[in-house]
């Protein structure tokens, strides 16, 4: 049981570019939730679901898209990167108790 | 906008005393309350979460909530070097809505 999973660990984008970052859980849970930290900031949420094919906005959305295809990954994707986006990314996801599990995060550096 | 605020420190106590940790919340109306702890570089975990007025105990950790004052707050006994690390307060405002709002956290350092 490996809990919420991420990858990559690390990236470096250049400005414009796209990426997607990867998130998969395997305690079927129907709550799934993206996050950003800025250094010395609490989370920030940018897109959250609450079951495949569901998804709604978070708090920051703005620059980043997300599918929920399957109960287990929610993929977050960042179309035309900005150095606004560097951040550390994490993904959380949730049953039917309140608990939030974390997974280990993404670095992002866009420069 | 529903927030919720917390001192950011750093907060700086000797090991074996008590640490004490606020957070205070902008909507009466709100329903659940937990604290996180990141450690430097990690995810955040779940360290207690309380949903009634009162005090609820876990080991070393006690979780207080007053809705009326609209605070809560996280009081950590006997407090150990790998306590050091920022708590995080977070508020689900809204009965039914799934998201939490995040405070930026307290960074708590424990002297040896």
């Known amino acids: 049981n490996a809990g919420v999973t991420q990858t990559p660990k690390f990236r470096i984008l250049k400005i414009g570019q796209s990426m997607t970052l990867q998130c998969t859980q395997d305690m079927n849970h129907n709550y799934m939730y993206w996050y950003r930290q800025d250094p010395g900031m609490g989370l920030k949420l940018i897109y959250y679901s609450v079951g495949a094919g569901i998804t709604d906005k978070g708090e920051v959305p703005n620059g980043y898209n997300v599918s929920r295809s399957t109960t287990e990954d929610f993929p977050l994707r960042l179309e035309l990167a900005a150095p606004s986006q560097t951040s550390v990314y994490f993904c959380?996801?949730?049953?039917?108790?309140?608990?939030?599990?974390f997974g280990p995060g993404t670095r992002l550096l866009v420069l | 906008q529903k927030e919720v605020e917390q001192n950011s420190g750093p907060l700086s106590v000797p090991e074996g005393a008590i640490a004490s940790l606020n957070c205070t919340y902008s909507?009466?109306?709100?329903?659940?309350f937990f604290w996180y702890r990141q450690y430097s570089g990690k995810s955040p975990e779940l360290i207690m979460s309380?949903?009634?007025?009162g005090d609820k105990e876990d080991g070393r950790f006690t979780a207080q909530l007053n809705k009326a004052s609209q605070y809560v707050s996280l009081l950590i006994r006997d407090s150990q070097p790998s306590d050091s690390a920022t708590y995080l307060c977070?508020?689900?405002?809204?009965?039914?809505?799934?998201?939490?709002?995040f405070g930026t956290g307290t960074r708590l350092t424990i002297i040896p």
């Open positions: 309380i949903y009634s007025n």
């Open positions: 909507d009466r109306g709100s329903q659940s």
């Open positions: 959380a996801s949730r049953g039917t108790v309140k608990t939030q599990y």
């Open positions: 977070a508020v689900n405002f809204d009965f039914g809505n799934e998201k939490l709002t």
